[in-house]
């Protein structure tokens, strides 16, 4: 028989507690979400942008997803991401996460999900950067991040979960504070020499693996031939590459349809040339073994970011959390719950009840 689910709320710092160290587990996760998105049984609307006349580069965003298999799930992440926020000193974006019962649709959990956004956008990075990797038959030895903010720092930390290790590591950014900020966090974390360069091109000339994590609109790298040594490229903020660079490379997606919309540079591209011809086809083909990167091009991973791995790091940071006994569920959350209104009866009062 169905009944309604406690309510919890799920802070930061649970979620950290629930991520940091566990960066392995979360990868898995993120490679279930894949296959099983990849199988068909998952449910991955499009996301739904709310943005602002007077703050144009400002936008808050929903993702709502289901997610079958054992995971068993529905929810969504709602998203902010105001740009101006980082001049303020505070992140740019912030988030939080509703889980729904897959059986009853009942929200059962509230989480704050700018880490999970975080853990999730890093564990795919890494976890393609893995998976193209070995199918082509290289490892990369020298890393560039271009974008200095906190995906940067998450991206690295997951990268060293998946077992790469790195003897160069080059940072550039439009901002030499935050370029600091980031070479400084990894020279404490990795033995590598890190190197801040002044402009994208010396960074991507001197990287076989290249992460892009701006906040781009449109693209700023022009030129194909700053790709002329076939380096891997983790485009995660989807917006850097022209449409000269994407047609110059060999491209995987997460999701073709989300992918190509939006502005992302491969929608630019499809608008360009009036086909999806470019594209190879999706991190689940590669994990499957059905498309496999060339190592004589450049090879560049574009994930428009699904709702579905949100939904999988969160199901894992709930179950880790119940599993220590820290849920913190909120009493009578759910009150107005029969069809006549019997429930909104005020009980008699009891003694010391306050």
């Given at each position: 028989?169905?009944?309604?689910?406690?309510?919890?709320?799920?802070?930061?710092?649970?979620?950290?507690?629930?991520?940091?160290?566990?960066?392995?587990?979360?990868?898995?996760?993120?490679?279930?979400?894949?296959?099983?998105?990849g199988a068909?049984?998952?449910?991955?609307?499009?996301?739904?942008?709310?943005?602002?006349?007077?703050?144009?580069?400002?936008?808050?965003?929903?993702?709502?997803?289901?997610?079958?298999?054992?995971?068993?799930?529905?929810?969504?992440?709602?998203?902010?991401?105001?740009?101006?926020?980082?001049?303020?000193?505070?992140?740019?974006?912030?988030?939080?996460?509703?889980?729904?019962?897959?059986?009853?649709?009942?929200?059962?959990?509230?989480?704050?999900?700018?880490?999970?956004?975080?853990?999730?956008?890093?564990?795919?990075?890494?976890?393609?950067?893995?998976?193209?990797?070995?199918?082509?038959?290289?490892?990369?030895?020298?890393?560039?991040?271009?974008?200095?903010?906190?995906?940067?720092?998450?991206?690295?930390?997951?990268?060293?979960?998946?077992?790469?290790?790195?003897?160069?590591?080059?940072?550039?950014?439009?901002?030499?504070?935050h370029a600091?900020?980031?070479?400084?966090?990894?020279?404490?974390a990795q033995?590598?020499?890190?190197?801040?360069?002044?402009?994208?091109?010396?960074?991507?000339?001197?990287?076989?693996?290249?992460?892009?994590?701006?906040?781009?609109?449109?693209?700023?790298?022009?030129?194909?031939?700053?790709?002329?040594?076939?380096?891997?490229?983790?485009?995660?903020?989807?917006?850097?590459?022209?449409?000269?660079?994407?047609?110059?490379?060999?491209?995987?997606?997460?999701?073709?349809?989300?992918?190509?919309?939006?502005?992302?540079?491969?929608?630019?591209?499809?608008?360009?040339?009036?086909?999806?011809?470019?594209?190879?086809?999706?991190?689940?083909?590669?994990?499957?073994?059905?498309?496999?990167?060339?190592?004589?091009?450049?090879?560049?991973?574009?994930?428009?970011?699904?709702?579905?791995?949100?939904?999988?790091?969160?199901?894992?940071?709930?179950?880790?959390?119940?599993?220590?006994?820290?849920?913190?569920?909120?009493?009578?959350?759910?009150?107005?719950?029969?069809?006549?209104?019997?429930?909104?009866?005020?009980?008699?009062?009891?003694?010391?009840?306050?």
């Amino acid at each position: 028989m169905s009944r309604i689910p406690s309510f919890a709320v799920i802070s930061g710092a649970q979620v950290h507690h629930a991520t940091a160290g566990q960066e392995q587990a979360v990868i898995t996760a993120v490679e279930k979400a894949y296959r099983l998105h990849g199988a068909g049984e998952t449910v991955n609307p499009d996301s739904y942008f709310l943005r602002f006349p007077d703050r144009p580069s400002s936008r808050i965003i929903a993702l709502p997803a289901s997610v079958g298999g054992e995971v068993g799930v529905h929810g969504m992440k709602w998203i902010s991401s105001f740009p101006e926020n980082v001049a303020a000193g505070i992140p740019r974006a912030s988030a939080v996460l509703v889980l729904n019962d897959a059986e009853t649709g009942y929200p059962f959990a509230l989480l704050e999900s700018s880490i999970i956004s975080a853990a999730r956008t890093a564990a795919s990075a890494a976890l393609a950067a893995r998976a193209l990797g070995e199918a082509r038959g290289t490892k990369p030895r020298r890393l560039g991040f271009v974008g200095a903010g906190l995906i940067a720092r998450y991206v690295h930390t997951y990268l060293a979960a998946a077992g790469f290790g790195f003897d160069e590591i080059g940072v550039h950014d439009l901002s030499a504070e935050h370029a600091a900020g980031l070479s400084d966090h990894l020279r404490g974390a990795q033995p590598s020499d890190v190197t801040v360069h002044d402009t994208a091109e010396d960074l991507i000339r001197s990287s076989d693996l290249v992460v892009f994590a701006t906040v781009a609109g449109e693209p700023h790298v022009h030129d194909p031939a700053w790709f002329d040594h076939a380096p891997l490229v983790l485009h995660l903020s989807l917006r850097d590459l022209s449409t000269e660079v994407i047609l110059s490379a060999w491209n995987a997606v997460d999701d073709v349809e989300h992918c190509l919309k939006a502005g992302t540079s491969p929608h630019l591209t499809e608008q360009a040339v009036g086909n999806r011809e470019f594209i190879a086809g999706t991190l689940d083909d590669v994990l499957a073994g059905r498309i496999a990167p060339p190592a004589d091009r450049p090879v560049v991973f574009s994930p428009f970011g699904l709702g579905v791995l949100d939904l999988v790091v969160a199901k894992h940071v709930y179950d880790a959390v119940d599993a220590a006994g820290e849920l913190r569920t909120v009493p009578d959350f759910f009150h107005d719950t029969d069809r006549y209104g019997r429930t909104l009866a005020d009980p008699a009062p009891t003694e010391g009840r306050q």
